[in-house]
């Protein structure tokens, strides 16, 4: 794991919390859409905040492609939950709310859980892959 | 009937991100390393790489009716049920869901993270 993957894997986690955090947003100017309605949904992408989340949430996916083709899926999902941690702390420390014991829980769960993951192998070793290395490898030279 | 269409919408997102994230995952695992493919033959190859797997454009489409089923949550239930349960249900999913398609070692530490961070992610909507 070099410095410019967790570089990636920190897009990830911020990209993520920040677009889903603008769509939600969105969505409250929206209201309740039902099922006879469901066009509102395709029109929904014209609110500003709902375009904005959609955005940031383009540059999350590339940094989840990106992770993904070299990281394991259960290695990449735990980092992308940092997300929450982030927007609690931004709240606490940027905005001054106030977090409930239960919140504080959330994070120290979430935080130990990445912990976990991350101490561990980021790829399980797979015979197929290394062979189609080495089968590119040999073709290249 | 507000919460059931809630929770319609929370089962349905589960299942399409996970079967999303599975088949992004085989295809980015069939694509290779991103950052050497960009650094040995350019961006356009990466991306003419992805674009010939076809199991990206199925774990597109299962993302696309995750993400419309989210819109469609949200309108219906509070931000704070929809979105940290279909995501903490999601991770345990995952977890299962890697270990029995793509073969990923779910050992007990991964297995136990992600039961961490799906517990977490559900105590952060309290």
């Known amino acids: ?141 | 009937m507000k919460e059931a269409y809630a929770w319609a919408a929370i089962g349905l997102i589960v299942v399409a991100s996970t079967t999303g994230d599975i088949l992004l995952s085989h295809a980015m695992k069939k694509v290779g390393d991103v950052g050497e493919l960009w650094k040995r033959h350019g961006l356009l190859k990466v991306i003419g790489r992805v674009l010939a797997t076809p199991t990206f454009f199925l774990g597109l489409v299962a993302m696309g009716v995750a993400f419309y089923s989210l819109l469609f949550g949200l309108s219906w239930g509070d931000l704070s049920l929809v979105a940290p349960a279909s995501a903490s249900l999601t991770f345990v999913a995952n977890a299962f869901a890697a270990r029995l398609f793509l073969h990923e070692r779910v050992g007990r530490r991964r297995m136990l993270a992600a039961l961490l961070v799906a517990g977490g992610v559900a105590l952060m909507a309290i």
């Open chain 1, 1 to 141: 794991m070099t410095f410019r993957k967790y570089l990636v894997l920190a897009g990830v986690a911020v990209f993520s919390a920040a677009g889903d955090s603008l769509l939600a947003r969105g969505m409250k100017d929206l209201g309740g859409v039902s099922l006879h309605n469901l066009s509102s949904l395709i029109l929904a992408i014209l609110d500003p905040w709902v375009a904005c989340g959609i955005l940031l949430l383009l540059a999350f996916f590339a940094s989840y492609m990106s992770a993904l083709s070299w990281a394991d899926l259960t290695y990449v999902l735990p980092a992308s939950s940092l997300g929450y941690v982030l927007v609690a702390l931004a709240a606490r420390f940027g905005f001054h709310e106030s977090i409930s014991p239960a919140r504080w829980m959330g994070i120290a769960l979430i935080t130990a859980g990445v912990g976990f993951v991350a101490a561990g192998p980021s790829l399980t070793p797979s015979r197929k892959l290394a062979a189609d290395v080495i089968s590119q490898q040999e073709a290249q030279s």
